[in-house]
């Protein structure tokens, strides 16, 4: 089951359980889609695996597994990310 966590790793913005705007990784690093737009280009900064709009929850589910408490701040290293960006964002995630 997935934490669900409710910010933006980079620039930690609210990401609701509920967001549309929540990408995450397959280790669930969590980015906003403003973030991934603007700077990650769907390679996450971490694995440098590729980002996937993050499932919704259920209301009734949350209810019995709520999202996460805890909060991931880690705004991204922009010197040593952007070369690791430019060597992977054309390969497909499947292929890195």
Known sequence: MI???LNC????????ANS???LICSYECTWCTTC???LLKNVCPNCGGGLEKRPIRP???LEKHPAS???VFK???????IPKREAL???PPEKR
């Open 36 to 38: 991934n737009d603007t």
């Open 89 to 91: 964002k054309e390969t």
């Open 3 to 5: 934490e669900i966590r």
């Open 9 to 16: 790793e980079h620039c930690n913005r609210s990401l609701p």
């Open 69 to 71: 408490t805890k909060v």
């Open 20 to 22: 549309k705007e929540a």
């Open 59 to 61: 209301t009734q589910a």
């Open 75 to 81: 705004p991204i290293d922009l010197e040593g990310f």
